[in-house]
T-cell receptor, first 115, second 113 residues
Framework: GAVVSQHPSWVICKSGTSVKIECRSLDFQATTMFWYRQFPKQSLMLMATSNEGSKATYEQGVEKDKFLINHASLTLSTLTVTSAHPEDSSFYIC???????????FGAGTRLSVL | GNSVTQMEGPVTLSEEAFLTINCTYTATGYPSLFWYVQYPGEGLQLLLKATKADDKGSNKGFEATYRKETTSFHLEKGSVQVSDSAVYFCALRGHNAGNMLTFGGGTRLMVKP
């Protein structure tokens, strides 16, 4: 089956530092990847849609300069949380749409804790 | 726009009880429907899907039938286990630009031995 690898699974950082999260589709190609944020006991909130080779499309209210997205290849998208602050602490989940069957497959998520 | 409504949790059941988690949707056209499961501390896993009316998705003892007349996709399992404790998300994928998933709010299931 289609596998999406997300790394790291857990990161703790100091306030003001930047954190990069990687999302890889391991056995399929994905022109489109999605980044979600999930607050405790809540549903997923779509942050942005990332298309290979072009700029990401951000949802309303999501700061593009804060959450930098790069989708450099058909199998890799990265989310960089710049100058992280405690309010950025959350669970971030990526998803990749398989070119073959069109379905979205999800990574295991990254828990970010900003001290 | 598209939307998904699912019953609020938590749903607490005893082992071997029957499970139903209701899900209804609003969408134009003929969306595809999905159930995802999220175990504690993990990402989402696709549990089952249905792509057209009257299709039944099934996996690991869970079932859901795409009912266009009632715009529903209720999740059922005949006998739950403690290991089924998780959060379940109903979702749809429409045919609008981007074909993004729209999620319901999630329903937490707790199964007690």
């Amino acid at each position: 089956g289609a596998v999406v690898s997300q790394h790291p699974s857990w990161v703790i950082c100091k306030s003001g530092t930047s954190v990069k999260i990687e999302c890889r589709s391991l056995d399929f190609q994905a022109t489109t990847m999605f980044w979600y944020r999930q607050f405790p006991k809540q549903s997923l909130m779509l942050m942005a849609t990332s298309n290979e080779g072009s700029k990401a499309t951000y949802e309303q209210g999501v700061e593009k300069d804060k959450f930098l997205i790069n989708h450099a290849s058909l199998t890799l998208s990265t989310l960089t949380v710049t100058s992280a602050h405690p309010e950025d602490s959350s669970f971030y989940i990526c998803s990749a749409r398989d070119l073959g069957d069109g379905f979205q497959y999800f990574g295991a998520g990254t828990r970010l804790s900003v001290l | 726009g598209n939307s998904v409504t699912q019953m609020e949790g938590p749903v607490t059941l005893s082992e071997e009880a029957f499970l139903t988690i209701n899900c209804t949707y609003t969408a134009t056209g003929y969306p595809s429907l999905f159930w995802y499961v999220q175990y504690p501390g993990e990402g989402l896993q696709l549990l089952l899907k249905a792509t057209k009316a009257d299709d039944k998705g099934s996996n690991k003892g869970f079932e859901a039938t795409y009912r266009k007349e009632t715009t529903s996709f209720h999740l059922e399992k005949g006998s739950v286990q403690v290991s089924d404790s998780a959060v379940y998300f109903c979702a749809l994928r429409g045919h609008n630009a981007g074909n993004m998933l729209t999620f319901g709010g999630g329903t937490r299931l707790m199964v007690k031995p």
